[in-house]
């Protein structure tokens, strides 16, 4: 089924204890849609300025993203600046640029008003608002936010969670939503927001799913060599809706496939800079992944 | 079949954010035969000063625990004090009273020596090789080790090592005893040291166990309140431990189910002091929780 992703095109600069990388190709929307790709099409809206290079948005159409609902706008491309230290868990921004993500409201192409699967990557929630209300008939919406807008733009962000089917946080935005230090009911707070499911991101230590008729947790695939960080939440969002949009219904079972799904491609995505860890990997790497990850978890 | 564990039996000041309790029952062996008991009778070897309370034996033997190996030596129980942070993974250790433990020797009844199953609880090295040398012919036997002895008993860690099934740690632990950040690399290095099997916990995080026919991962129980986490490392070695007892085959399934029951016996011990979140649970307690996560974690 029609997968779309409305997020964030950048580039990005990138330290680590090894090694030192800028002009990355990077953004939500990037990790997601090359981790979802190889699932079926993904249906992209963002922005990007002048600056984009032509051969990004070739290697995401070579990918299979379609880029009919890219916008290029006066201005320069949104740019992101981090460095993690050696436990990899403690990451610094280093800059935000927004660039033309400040004026940015999402236009989705007629063609992408059908979209059964959406997935709302982290931006202003009247942005995220804006963007499904374009939507005619969405069957399964997840949002991610961050602690900027839990700060700064609750009271949208209350009216989106109304509005969503779930919504993917981490260890510490889940904990700054609720006031909740322990996950478990941190995760259940989220859910007397509004979204039917919540699916709680705790990096290297896995991730969990709860929900009316769900409560499936798991460890992170056994990376033994993390390169970059950046953009595993959004590959592993990618993996869970591309893989939840190809089986069509979000059923219990296929919800905590999907899990499994994501936790994969996020585990593509740290072994590598950018989308380096993803591309080139097709539907046959995945499943070779989750076949093992459901040995390490199956009993 | 017969479960023998060799460890300590003492008295623990407590300090938690919420409350502080002195001279609680506690010690690794206390921890790990209370868990370990509901799955059939637990052996125990340890020692105990003058100020013993006896009322701590009968607890103990109305669980199910047989002290016949236990010693009363002169001068004072082992002692212990530690404050836990609000995040609970902080631990600072406020001292240590080493007393009768000091010049321990593990001395096995007689009707101990055909022992099946053996755990070695943190001690020193050497110790440990004493009491497990007394042992006919071990099944399999588990043994738990802490940092200090990993900084001044290396050679004698290294021996022991060599002779056992199954090494439990925890990840600083691993680390430690490696030289590796990464879990995966620390556990695999650690089996190039000897064991069969290494037994990983993570606290919070779960546990892993890897081995040669073994890798399987699981996330910790859903705890949602925490009052004291003092002992949940070794109840979980007694739940793992009583589990395979009573399974009596040390096979990779056994090794995986005894993983759960691992987790299902930490998660009561950390919801009380001392062992009050683990006595009056027995096996049915214990096989509803066991039912539960074995649901969370199913795919």
Known sequence: MSLLAIGTLGYDDV????????????????????????????RLVSVVGQDWH??????????????????????????????????WNKRHTLFTELNVL????????????DSRFVFLAN???AVQMAGLAQVEQPR??????????????????????????????????????????????AARAVLSLGPRYVILKKGEH?????????????????????VDPTGAGDSFA??????LARAGEPSAMNL????????????????????EGLTGRGLDDYQRRYDELREIVSI
């Open 140 to 185: 399964f919406v997840v949002a991610d936010t961050m602690n900027l807008w839990i700060n700064i733009a609750r009271p949208e962000l209350d009216t989106l969670l109304k509005r969503v089917d779930g919504v993917i946080l981490n260890d510490e935005e889940a904990s700054m939503l609720t006031g909740e230090a322990n996950l478990i009911r």
């Open 102 to 113: 400040e004026t940015f409201q999402p236009k989705l192409p007629v063609a992408y008003r």
């Open 54 to 87: 032509a051969a990004d948005s070739r290697l995401l159409e070579a990918r299979g993203v379609d880029l009919a609902g890219l916008e290029v706008a006066e201005g320069k491309t949104f740019r992101w600046g981090g460095r993690y230290e050696a436990n």
């Open 206 to 226: 896995g991730a969990f799913i709860m929900g009316p008729d769900a409560h499936f947790s798991l460890p992170a695939y056994p990376v033994t060599e993390v």
């Open 123 to 125: 931006a202003h929630p």
């Open 256 to 275: 905590r496939r999907a899990m499994l799904h994501g936790t994969v491609t996020a585990s593509f995505c740290v072994e590598g800079f950018s989308v």
């Open 238 to 243: 990618g993996g869970f809706m591309g893989a």
């Open 15 to 42: 330290e680590t204890i090894h090694e030192q990388r800028t002009g990355l190709l990077g953004g939500s929307a990037v990790h997601f849609a090359v981790a979802a790709a190889p699932y079926g099409t993904v």
